[in-house]
């Protein structure tokens, strides 16, 4: 078998939990050897996609391929082909890390010998081989979420699902996991992960799609996304609050569009169109006007504004809830 | 890796996890023998309790070796009806963990992961009838009728903990997370007590004893001293007069009642 391009691909799919629609006609496609991001706010249907596209959970409607395969026809098919990396380390925390692992390798049907060799390479990958004797549930979160991700990767497979890889972590953590997940990517796997935090679908992100509802309701990369705000603003902030109004009137005439002004940040905002040339010309007249500049530079919109922008208000609110 | 395409493929794989996760289960036992070992006296520390604190004041029917020879089927009994617990305990926090998802995304045979947690708790039993067996003896019971009749009241004894693990396994999928186990854990007291595990049912007001009388416990209890000659209440209802066929039919009956429920709960676990 040739490998599909596509290496998950969900059409209309729909899922309904009593009165709640989870996922309300989700398509998707992430192709081959990338990391898709699912960008969305809790309750937006991100773990429901993840669990049908695992074959978790049955899908009411709509169709999906994982690596090939269908996943309600498929779906043994498919569990040979993905990994799971859920929201807990589901990992058995009175064994050792060793026994887990050789634990899950029996389970993948390796033989004994493969299983324990399997194991140990994984924990040396994963820079879990000192700790390979401590059971699992003496492990910090970092450790436990690597052990977690090493249990997905037994086989190797194509595809890998990571659903909120970071919630919980620290910072350290954080990167760490991230770093791992960017090296499967090197070797080939497709990495389809879900996250509230935008930082991360920047970071490991090659293609996002935003949902809300149990539906995309943007898609594209990191950039093009940004870009559909609205490009990069010259951004001024000055010294004396007094200066305010005359710096927006400059900045605007500079730049040939409207300014914002911020009071309270003492700052004056301008779409600048023309980049770098957009700001040689505000430097250049707000130099020559005498106005005190503390600091001036190009900002391109950060995934939160893009990510609040699309959801709207009601989005916001519902980021309050605690995951 | 391929999948098996044969039913004899497919019945070998789920032999082999059936293994891997028994095997999983002892692993727990022996990172953790205090809390093994504290499990299996708990029983017995129930039995000196009951024989030695109140046994002073309890009148025995059917005459013979006194209250603790009486309550020994009883305990063998609620003894099996205290796996119960390790069952759910074990089930809700697999899944609770996530540990079951991960299961059920893998490649592995889906009757394997109930019938593994089975076979553990059934090896866990047998231990802990090992247990009570020997502390029965040293207090003074005995099975008075010969080996076979002997190994047919703990084969009675094993098949009703082969009815509660389906019922532990359903009862854990359902739970919202293991701390429900405190609730498990209390509910299985009135269960024991309200049988003839520990007290005469002739004893009781008239409606509680004829719930005492037909409870699956007492079906159980009631055979075991017939098989093994202990002293019991003689006569009495149809239900203690059938009570071999009830404690066979019983444990079936729950079988056939919580094993499809269990095994439905987890194909659609999370919905």
């Known amino acids: 078998m040739t490998a599909p391009q596509f290496a998950v691909v969900a059409e209309g799919l729909r899922k309904r939990y009593g009165g709640t629609e989870a996922l309300a006609g989700l398509d998707l496609a992430v192709p081959a050897g990338t990391v898709h991001g699912l960008l969305g706010p809790n309750g937006a249907g991100k773990t429901t996609a993840v669990r049908v596209l695992t074959t978790l959970t049955r899908p009411d409607g709509g169709t999906a391929t994982v690596a090939g395969h269908d996943v309600v026809r498929g779906a043994a098919r498919v569990r040979t082909r993905v990994g799971l990396v859920g929201q807990h380390a589901a990992v058995d925390e009175v064994l050792s890390g060793r026994q887990n692992l050789v634990m899950f390798g029996r389970l993948y049907h390796l033989g004994s010998r493969t299983a324990r060799r399997r194991a140990d390479e994984l924990l040396e990958r994963f820079r879990l081989t000192e700790a390979a004797g401590r059971p699992a549930g003496q492990y910090s979160g ?3 979420r690597r052990l977690d991700l090493a249990a997905s990767m037994i086989l190797a497979p194509p595809v890998l699902f990571l659903d909120e890889p970071t919630t919980g972590l620290d910072p350290r953590s954080r990167t760490e996991v991230w770093d791992e997940v960017r090296a499967l990517v090197e070797g080939g796997t497709t990495v389809l992960l879900t996250t509230q935090y ?5 970071r490991l992100a090659d293609g996002i799609s935003v949902i809300d509802h149990g539906r995309v309701i943007a898609e594209g990369a990191p950039d093009r ?7 990069d603003r010259v951004e001024v902030v000055l010294d004396d609050p007094s200066a305010l109004a005359d710096a927006a009137a400059i900045l605007a005439r500079a730049v040939g569009a409207e300014a914002e002004v911020d009071a309270a940040a003492l700052r004056v905002g301008a779409p600048a169109a023309g980049r770098a040339a957009a700001l040689t010309e505000a430097v250049r007249a707000l130099d020559a006007a005498g106005v005190r500049v503390a600091d001036i530079g190009l900002r391109r919109p950060t995934l939160d504004e893009v990510f609040l922008h699309l959801t709207g208000d009601t989005a916001q609110d519902r980021k309050e809830v605690p995951a | 890796m391929t999948l098996p395409e044969t039913p004899v493929g497919r019945l070998r794989w789920a032999v082999a996890d059936t293994r891997t996760l028994t095997g999983r289960a002892l692993a727990h036992w022996a990172r953790r023998p205090g809390e093994v070992a504290v499990g299996l006296l708990f029983p017995v520390m129930v039995v000196l309790m009951m024989g030695y604190l109140f046994g002073g004041q309890m009148d025995v029917p059917g005459g013979g070796g006194g ?10 009994a609620m003894t099996m009806l205290f796996g119960i617990e390790t069952t759910f305990a074990a089930v809700a926090g697999d899944a609770a963990k996530g540990v079951t998802d991960r299961f059920r995304a893998m490649p592995t045979s889906p009757p394997a992961i109930i019938a593994g947690r089975g076979a553990a708790d059934l090896l866990h039993s047998v231990a802990a009838l090992a247990v009570m067996a020997v ?8 099975a008075h009728e010969g080996a076979a009749r002997a190994l047919a009241g703990l084969g009675l004894l094993l098949l009703l903990r082969f009815a509660l693990i389906w019922m532990g396994v359903y009862l854990g999928l359902v739970a919202k997370g293991p701390e429900s186990v405190a609730a498990v854990q209390t509910l299985v007291w009135p269960i024991g007590f309200l049988s003839s595990a520990l007290v005469v049912p002739d004893t009781m ?7 005492a009388e037909w409870n699956p416990m007492s079906a159980t209890v009631t055979a075991c001293r017939e098989l093994f000659g202990d002293p019991g209440p003689t006569g009495g209802s149809w239900a203690a007069q059938h009570s071999v066929l009830l404690a066979v039919l019983w444990p079936l009956v729950i079988t056939a009642v919580f094993f499809p429920l269990a095994a439905r709960r987890y194909r659609v676990m999370g919905r």
């Open chain 1, 142 to 144: 970092g450790m436990r």
């Open chain 1, 198 to 202: 935008l930082e991360e679908a920047d």
């Open chain 1, 225 to 231: 996304l940004k870009a559909r705000l609205g490009g």
């Open chain 2, 67 to 76: 209250y603790r020879e009486f309550i020994m089927p009883g305990m063998f």
């Open chain 2, 135 to 142: 502390c029965g003896l040293l207090v003074g019971w005995r």
């Open chain 2, 205 to 211: 007001p008239g409606w509680l004893g004829a719930i």
